[in-house]
């Protein structure tokens, strides 16, 4: 992946355009973004595609019940989409339409392929088809005998002749497809999955419609105008129609693309169906599909119908775009759901952009602005740092990897590490300090690996906050390309010495959330009905009450007396001459860790623990143990194979409250 002017083609699913744009569509569209971008500054030749899917009976109907011709509605939407990106600033190389007439002529094409080389036949087809997901199902996959497994609809019988593709015929290649490339579907996880759907055998596809008009005819030679092709297979096509595909040809030698990236939803169609039709078109295969996980709103899937979707837009405009993608890409591990909340993403700002980098910035521009004019010089860097200079290259030159998996968290991860590093240095290195001793050369040389430690970040973080790290760079005398990407990170160099240039800060602090979306509307009514609903409770059992307490029940605000906090055990030690205890340093996301010692010494080693996280009873009054005074109870359970820790099931911001 790493050669140079090496053909990269990655891709967006196309979005229907009988919905507007909504949180999960610019997660899929930012994550291909961000990897186009890391491609073109790793130096490849990258085409980038996104688009809209058109057709289809969900569609007619859409544009239907709004009085409109389906291209017109069609026109409509598929134009804010565009427009969307355009304001996210997406990088995109070709927005494809499933009804530019080259796209469609290259889905006529591949049919008569299929068709001529045996793939196709003509039947009845008997099934349950659901409208919403333009999907068929057995009577077996049905919810209640009616209901669509994927969305819940009503589904209807249909009967009618058509078009099918043999499907069943490739299901060993395709096994042996997914047997020989480990990484085809990313994920890994997810591959399983799909292995499971196709060892249980597949049914031929019925690949067109008559019940309908709206949608790609079949080729003339065939002669059989009643059919429109199914969406599915005319929506695939177009990541092989983008590139010219039964038209002129002009971009082929893009393909196989590096990266199909869809929502888990859609995996079905792109590792099974995708493949078999390359296969009968004698294409080559996609090197990945990549699956992501969905955005949900207290654990339920966005929909328009449970009225809880977020407005990306809406979003980036109050917290600022790259903040909003940063906070995308770093929230959740690819191919888990997220639940999207804006304490969460101001929580990311404020923490990791904020403090961790804004604050390295403004540190050594104010240290470099006091002790040194503003130069930064780096000579005397290898000379003072070598250590931890060649601990922060290590992360740079491991990184990449992450991001060609799509595990954009873990790289994000990896690269505040470095920044760790660099405010460690400064804190070890105290370069105040070495001023008064007259040791100048020692400040500037901690100074200065910030400096390049900061600069090196800001190239490997350019294709998450394109703007954000261009302004560091001016700030620290350089431009982020693929010169400085060549220079800076693969030849491991040092900046040349530079005037570093004041900036404001670039992540003010945010106090609290700065909208009010239509899904926070909802909940907030829905929090008040709640309210009342409670308060009326109250109000009639409070005799109730009253013969609880006599049984040694608590009520919730009992409950809520007790503060309970995630924290992140920073060191552990054994207490000495103790059996039972072990002294450790906790972060509360307090101004200081706080000391607990804990009778888990039998259970757990101090290496074990550091750097997990614990769940504290945080507003206990303290106590001494052995002299030492504990701050703070671990919550553990215990039975007869003895004790263990309780934990947050995913890492939680130190200090985050429990209940
Ligand atoms: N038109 C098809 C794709 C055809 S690709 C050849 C389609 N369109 S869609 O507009 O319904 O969805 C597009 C993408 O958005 C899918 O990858 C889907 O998983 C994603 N998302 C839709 N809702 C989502 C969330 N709530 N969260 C994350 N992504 C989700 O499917």
Redesign the pocket.
């Known amino acids: 992946m790493s050669d140079k002017c090496k053909k990269v083609y990655i ?9 507007v744009p ?4 610019a ?2 569209t930012i994550i291909a973004d961000t990897l186009a971008r890391y491609s073109r500054l790793a130096g490849m030749d990258v085409f980038f595609l996104t688009g ?2 058109e057709h289809g009976q969900k569609i007619e109907h859409a544009a239907e019940a709004r009085g409109k011709t389906p291209q017109e509605y069609a026109d409509e939407i598929s134009a804010r989409f565009k427009k969307l990106w355009d304001e996210f600033e997406i990088s995109y190389d070709k927005f494809i339409r499933t009804t530019d007439p080259d796209h469609m002529k290259g889905v006529q094409k591949a049919f008569e392929t299929m068709y001529d080389n045996g793939d196709i036949y003509k039947d009845v087809y008997r099934g349950h088809y659901c409208v919403s997901c ?1 999907t068929f199902f057995t009577g077996t996959q049905l919810v209640d005998d009616e209901f669509c497994p994927e969305c819940g609809r009503s589904t209807t019988i249909v009967e009618e002749e058509s078009y099918f593709f043999r499907l069943s015929k490739y299901q060993d290649r395709l096994l042996e497809w997914y047997e020989s490339k480990p990484d085809c579907i990313l994920p890994k996880s997810k591959r399983n999955e799909v292995i499971n759907f196709v060892r249980n055998g597949l049914d031929d596809l019925s690949i067109t419609r008559t019940s309908f008009d709206w949608g790609v005819k079949l080729p003339e030679k065939l002669n059989d105008p009643k059919h429109v092709m199914y ?2 297979l005319d ?5 092989v129609t983008a590139l010219g595909y039964g038209t002129d040809e002009a971009k082929m030698d893009y393909w196989p693309a590096k990266i ?7 995996l079905r ?2 590792a099974i169906y ?1 493949p078999a039709f390359l296969m009968s078109l004698g294409l080559e295969l996609p090197h990945h599909i990549g ?6 709103r207290n654990g339920e ?3 328009k119908s449970k009225g809880n ?1 977020v407005d990306p837009k809406e979003i980036a405009d109050a917290y600022g775009l790259e903040n909003f993608r940063y906070f995308m890409l770093r929230e959740v591990p690819f191919g888990q ?1 997220g639940d999207f909340s804006q304490r969460a993403l101001i929580d990311r700002i404020n923490s990791d952009l904020g403090n961790d980098l804004g604050n390295l910035l403004n540190r050594i521009i104010g240290m470099s602005g006091k002790y040194f004019d503003f130069r930064i010089e780096s000579e005397g860097v290898r000379l003072h740092h070598a250590s931890q200079l060649e601990e922060a290259e290590k992360i740079f030159g491991s990184v990449e990897p992450f991001l060609y998996e799509v595990q954009t968290n873990r790289y994000l991860e990896e690269l505040w590490k470095t920044l760790r590093i660099a405010n460690k240095a400064i804190d070890t290195g105290m370069p105040w300090v070495k001023m008064k001793e007259g040791k100048e050369e020692e400040a500037m040389a901690t100074i200065a690996l910030v400096a390049n430690i900061l600069a090196k970040t800001a190239i490997l973080l350019h294709p998450f906050m394109p703007k954000t790290t261009r302004t560091i760079a001016g700030a620290l005398g350089f431009e982020i390309e693929t010169e400085t990407y060549e220079r800076l990170i693969k030849r491991k160099e040092l900046l040349e010495d530079f005037t570093i240039e004041k900036i404001p800060p670039l992540f003010p602090r945010i106090e609290e959330p700065l909208v009010e979306t239509a899904a926070e509307k909802n909940e907030a009514e829905k929090k008040s009905v709640e309210k009342e609903a409670r308060a009326k409770e109250k109000r009639e059992s409070k005799k109730g009450e009253e013969r609880q307490d006599a049984a040694n029940l608590v009520t919730i605000d009992q409950f809520f007396q007790i503060q309970l906090k995630v924290g992140t055990v920073i060191e552990a030690e054994e207490v000495p001459k103790s059996k039972k205890l072990l002294r450790l340093q906790v972060d509360l996301g307090e101004e200081r860790p706080r000391q607990i010692v804990a009778g888990i010494k039998e259970w757990y080693t101090p290496e074990e623990l550091v750097n997990t996280q614990v769940c504290v009873v945080a507003n206990l009054k303290p106590a001494k143990l052995m002299g030492m005074v504990s701050e703070g109870m671990l919550l553990a359970a215990k039975d007869d194979e003895g004790l263990c820790l309780v934990r947050p099931e995913k890492p939680r911001k130190p200090g985050s409250s429990i209940g």
């Open positions: 891709t967006t699913p196309i979005y229907y355009v009988n919905d909504h949180i999960g569509h997660y899929t809209t899917d333009e969406v599915w929506a695939l096509m177009n990541y199909h990236l869809i929502g888990k939803d859609i169609f792109h995708w699956a992501h996980g969905w955005w949900t899937k966005m929909s979707v759901d």
